[in-house]
């Protein structure tokens, strides 16, 4: 079983910066992807930004330029480094880490809030 952690979130001013950490735990024979994903109140889950265990990155267009994603491989945890925030970044930001146990299967966090005010 693979445990997922997100910690970081909270309340900050339009423009202001937050760090969203995802911790996993567990066992696995690998780690492959480690995902965040959003959703605010009223509206679907949407994917933010993504990294592969070789360390490329992918990020949605609303994000993209304010957004930093990264990942430490030796303490299995990956990072969202958050710039710029607007108050429509407001949601439940979540992690998703893709792992084989040799059997691929992804496995979520609880999730963390973050709110951006104006």
């Known amino acids: 079983q693979v445990q997922v952690v997100e910690s970081g979130g909270g309340l900050v001013q339009a423009g202001g910066s937050l760090r969203l950490s995802c911790a996993a735990s567990g066992t696995w024979s690998r780690i492959n992807a480690m995902v965040w994903y959003r959703q605010a109140p009223g509206k679907q889950r949407e994917w933010v930004a993504s990294?592969?265990?070789?360390?490329?990155?992918n990020y949605a267009d609303s994000v993209k330029g304010r957004f930093t994603i990264s990942r430490d491989n030796a303490k299995n945890t990956a990072y969202l480094q958050m710039n710029s925030l607007k108050p429509e970044d407001t949601a439940v930001y979540y992690c998703?880490?893709?792992?084989?146990?040799?059997?691929?299967?992804?496995?979520w966090g609880q999730g963390t809030q973050v709110t951006v005010s104006s």
């Open positions: 990294i592969s265990s070789g360390g490329s990155t």
């Open positions: 998703k880490v893709v792992a084989s146990m040799p059997l691929t299967r992804d496995y």
